[in-house]
T-cell receptor
Framework: QKEVEQNSGPLSVPEGAIASLNCTYS??????FFWYRQYSGKSPELIMS????GDKEDGRFTAQLNKASQYVSLLIRDSQPSDSATYLC????????????FGKGTKLSVIP | SAVISQKPSRDICQRGTSLTIQCQVD?????MFWYRQQPGQSLTLIAT?????????ESGFVIDKFPISRPNLTFSTLTVSNMSPEDSSIYLC?????????FGQGTRLTVV
């Protein structure tokens, strides 16, 4: 069974600090990796996708992927109180696979 | 990204009744997905709906309980049948658009 593991948190960081969110996955054949942000009472919102080993940056967000270690992370620089949310890691399998497997999410609190 | 309109946004229903949730997308998409998210939990895939074919249900979900329609490439419905309090949850429609998954606003269902 494919599994995606995340530390449930809560992770608390002071405003302006770097928040680091981690995710591991069990299916070595996984090819696509996504980070979603979910505010309380709202639906998940895609913030980053990454497909190749290394780093991908988008504004204050950086996704990091290491397929050999089966590890993907999300860094949030200059964290803001508005970043307080649950962050879901999602993984899709290899070619032809269309299903996403979600982790349970990490709750992030940014303290002003 | 794809814009997804899901309704109703919330409902309170009597046990034993049924509720149909609608999902409309602003682009033609091959695959639409229905998820359930119970309080404090991650997303669980109920079924995958392709236009012109029967929906594919995940383990633990059956067509009699969660019938799905997919009449065209922009619309789908999920019915929650013969509801019990255990069906109280958030139901989410999702589509894959350019290899990324996007979500509707969700339907918060409470069964009393």
């Amino acid at each position: 069974q494919k599994e995606v593991e995340q530390n449930s948190g809560p992770l608390s960081v002071p405003e302006g600090a770097i928040a680091s969110l981690n995710c591991t996955y069990s299916d070595r054949g996984s090819q696509s990796f996504f980070w979603y942000r979910q505010y309380s009472g709202k639906s998940p919102e895609l913030i980053m996708s990454i497909y190749s080993n290394g780093d991908k940056e988008d504004g204050r967000f950086t996704a990091q992927l290491n397929k050999a270690s089966q590890y993907v992370s999300l860094l949030i620089r200059d964290s803001q109180p508005s970043d307080s949310a649950t962050y879901l890691c999602a993984v899709k399998g290899g070619a032809g696979s269309y299903q996403l497997t979600f982790g349970k999410g990490t709750k992030l609190s940014v303290i002003p | 990204s794809a814009v997804i309109s899901q309704k109703p946004s919330r409902d309170i229903c009597q046990r034993g009744t049924s509720l149909t949730i609608q999902c409309q997308v602003d682009s033609q998409v091959t695959m639409m997905f229905w998820y359930r998210q119970q309080p404090g939990q991650s997303l669980t895939l109920i079924a995958t709906a392709n236009q012109g074919s029967e929906a594919t249900y995940e383990s633990g979900f059956v067509i009699d309980k969660f019938p799905i329609s997919r009449p065209n490439l922009t619309f789908s419905t999920l019915t929650v049948s013969n509801m019990s309090p255990e069906d109280s949850s958030i139901y989410l429609c999702s589509v894959e658009f350019r290899y990324e998954a996007f979500f509707g606003q969700g339907t918060r269902l409470t069964v009393v």
